[in-house]
């Protein structure tokens, strides 16, 4: 091969890879909605209860360099809603825990509604105006029962 083929392919690996990459970052961040209905129990996690309206539940590790971002994110907005309430797993020492959630990546978030039941999972860093938008549909949910 010469060299104009070799950098021609190279370019095309290249190119693939950052669109790739592109995608998964993208994909990443976006909130999941369909997830098998299960209901978290917190004696399991090492907590006392959870939210009367939500819980945002957050999976993090010793060495997870967004994740305190994110605890502070998740903390404040807990913080402005009547009836959500923050938790934060280190999986640190809880493989058990990571493998039940699937979690595979850090900072992992999941929203459980008022009785538990997982309703929304985000992978890496969750946006802020998305998290204030589920919150509000289960405030919403819980004033209409």
Not at 1 to 18: E, H, P, Q
Not at 62 to 91: F, K, M, N, T
Request: glycine share 8%; with cysteine; net charge negative.
């Amino acid at each position: 091969m010469n060299l104009v083929g070799a950098l021609i392919v190279l370019a095309v690996l290249l190119t693939a890879t950052i669109a790739l990459g592109a995608f998964l970052r993208w994909r990443q961040n976006r909130p999941q909605r369909h997830i098998a209905h299960e209901v978290v129990q917190p004696e399991r996690l090492g907590a006392d209860g959870l939210g009367e309206v939500a819980t945002l539940l957050q999976f993090s590790t010793e060495l997870c360099a967004r994740c305190p971002g994110v605890h502070r994110r998740l903390s404040a907005l807990a913080d402005e809603h009547p009836g959500v309430r923050h938790l934060d797993v280190d999986l640190t020492h809880r493989p058990d825990i990571a493998k039940h959630f699937h979690v595979l990546q850090t900072p992992t978030t999941l929203i459980l509604d008022g009785d538990g039941v997982v309703q929304t999972r985000f992978g890496g860093v969750p946006n802020r105006h998305v998290l204030e938008l589920e919150l509000n549909r289960l405030t919403e949910e819980a004033a209409n029962v």
